[in-house]
């Protein structure tokens, strides 16, 4: 993502390196450049969850950066909206933004050019994205954004793969200990329906749910505008967070209120037992007032969590409508994350190269294959100082009895 610099005459500081750099010489809030050595550890982690997805039948798609305003809010709701940066296009006149979340744009590129309605399609992408604002206190406005989507399949077991493959790319990033927190957005509107809830409130309930306020709801059902056995059916959703046992107490608490909110009570229960038995190492949390971030949501939503994190480290969820918006009602589900945000654990963990000290003669069919075999052959230059090079360095091709042998590279710079 570009960033905006400029240069004036403004008081100087002290760089580093002893020379005087200009103030204004700042970076845009909320945004992070990567600079040497992480910019290779991010790549590799990069390349990882990548070959994970294809290995796993996905197909690679790029959509644009920028694009129509409304090609990238498609089927989302204002929430997506307040977060897309926009600007007037001088070309068309018309309004374009650069992209907040790859989802929505993925979907389109779905919908209209691949054969949802006939087969199973799945794809990945990997990508940056910007938001107008951060969503957060502490958090980046800059997302290099990954993710995987199903589209074509409404059984529970598209749901289940997706889950499975949020797992192994975290997996993939080092994270061991994580917990899956799960809810159901296909109950909490079927209960809008039944419970007759006019539509200028849901937004209002969504989030009173969401800060699992229960005073907002009193407050609601005290103007009149919610019944009282609304605000109590609400209340106690926003209680029912914890193990999955939660799944039983709401189907005692929700028992026939309607036939679909008991089929949808037995999906949600069906999921949280798959995960129990299938991913065992995972903690999994139940969420009855979960609703999701951007709000286009429809069914199964999650969201995954790591120790030392603040904040999901990649989540999803079934979409199922969002396909509507471009005339091809088709069922999906997926998941998303954030690789700048799960590379904080392997910076500096990246495997150093062999150095090849000035004044050796190695033929370049030695370092080709030692290339080959996957590692970094880094050449000092002339003037250049051997200590320089320790930072990238930590072994060091060298002739013993007349055979080049790599060794390793002691802290002082010594070959040991």
Known sequence: ?????????????????????????????????????DGWEIEQLRRKILDCLHCNGYELVIPPLADF???????????LDVLTVKAPDHVSGRLFGIRADMTPQVARM??????????????????????????????????????????????????????????????????????????HVGIIEELFSVLDIQKSLENDILDALKKKSIPDLKRLSATGALSEEARAVFSELTRLNGDAKMISQAKY??????????????????????????LPNIACHVDCALIG?????????????????????????????????????CPAT????????????????????????????????????LIEDGDRVIRQMPGQPRAS?????????????GEWVVIPIDVEGDVS
């Open 389 to 401: 090079l320790l930072a990238n360095c930590d072994r060091q091709l060298v002739k013993r009895k």
């Open 334 to 369: 997926g998941f998303s994350g954030d690789l700048r945000l799960l590379s904080r654990d392997v910076r500096g963990k990246r495997r150093k190269g062999i150095l090849v000290s000035r004044g050796e003669r190695v033929s370049e069919a030695l370092i080709s294959e």
């Open 69 to 79: 305003v409304e090609s990238l809010l498609g089927g989302t709701d204002a929430d």
């Open 253 to 278: 608490l929700l028992s026939g209120i309607s036939e679909r909110t008991d089929a949808l009570l037995a999906e949600f229960d069906r999921v949280v037992n798959w995960i129990l038995n299938e």
């Open 1 to 37: 993502m570009p960033y905006c610099f400029e240069y004036d005459d403004s008081p100087r500081i002290d760089h580093p390196n002893g020379k005087a750099v200009s103030k204004s010489w700042t970076q845009l809030d909320g945004v992070e450049q990567i600079l040497p050595y």
């Open 293 to 329: 971030s951007y709000r286009y949501h429809t069914g199964i939503i999650f969201s995954a969590y790591g120790p030392g994190y603040g904040q999901a480290l990649a989540k999803g969820g079934r979409y199922d409508r969002v396909l509507s918006t471009y005339g091809n009602p």
């Open 110 to 183: 779905a919908a209209l050019h691949l054969p949802v309605q006939d087969s199973v399609v799945r794809l990945c992408y990997l990508g940056s994205a910007l938001l107008a604002r951060s969503p957060s206190v502490g958090t980046s406005r800059e997302i290099l954004q990954f993710g995987a989507e199903l589209f074509g399949s409404s059984e529970l077991e598209s749901d289940c793969e997706i889950i499975r493959l949020m797992v192994d790319s975290l997996h993939i990033a080092g994270f061991e200990s994580l917990s899956v927190s799960l809810g």
